[in-house]
């Protein structure tokens, strides 16, 4: 029978070490393969300088603007923070979730991006991403 399934999904990870939270910027900017959809599955964040406080938004979307999924007050939870903690949204609903069903369209280019919100903070950012 043809179609796609979600038990045949192609998993890709996509890294960027250290990135800069204090300023705005794509952190992440991707293409998935040719002709697949998307499900955002996980955001890891692991702190390499620590965070200050401050309003940060977090989006993940097309590069177009159109917002799948915003994590506002995301670093606000890595306040105080010591170099290696570690802040998985998804795994952890207590502090901020992704909403479920995070998807992206087949072929558009996909940006994780952040408004600069904090006066300080970086982290290695990891997006975990299943494609049908």
Not at 14 to 20: I, L, R, Y
Not at 38 to 42: E, K, N, P, Q, S
């Given at each position: 029978m043809p179609g796609q399934f979600y038990d045949n999904a192609l998993q890709t990870q996509?890294?960027?070490?250290?990135?800069?939270y204090s300023?705005?910027?794509d952190l992440i900017v991707l293409n998935g393969p040719a002709g697949r959809a998307?499900?955002?599955?996980?955001l890891t964040l692991q702190v390499t300088t620590a965070f200050t406080i401050g309003l940060n938004l977090v989006d993940i979307g097309e590069d177009s603007g159109d917002?799948?999924?915003?994590?506002?007050n995301f670093t606000q939870q890595f306040t105080g923070s010591s170099i290696?903690?570690?802040?998985?949204?998804?795994?952890?609903?207590?502090?901020?979730?992704?909403?479920?069903?995070?998807?992206?369209?087949?072929?558009?280019?996909?940006?994780?991006?952040?408004?600069?919100?904090?006066t300080a903070g970086a982290a290695d950012t990891r997006l975990l991403i299943a494609w049908f």
């Open positions: 996509h890294d960027d070490a250290a990135s800069v300023g705005a910027a998307g499900r955002v599955l996980d917002v799948d999924a915003q994590l506002a290696g903690d570690t802040l998985a949204p998804t795994r952890d609903n207590s502090v901020v979730a992704l909403e479920d069903g995070v998807d992206i369209a087949a072929d558009v280019v996909t940006d994780l991006i952040t408004d600069g919100g904090c």
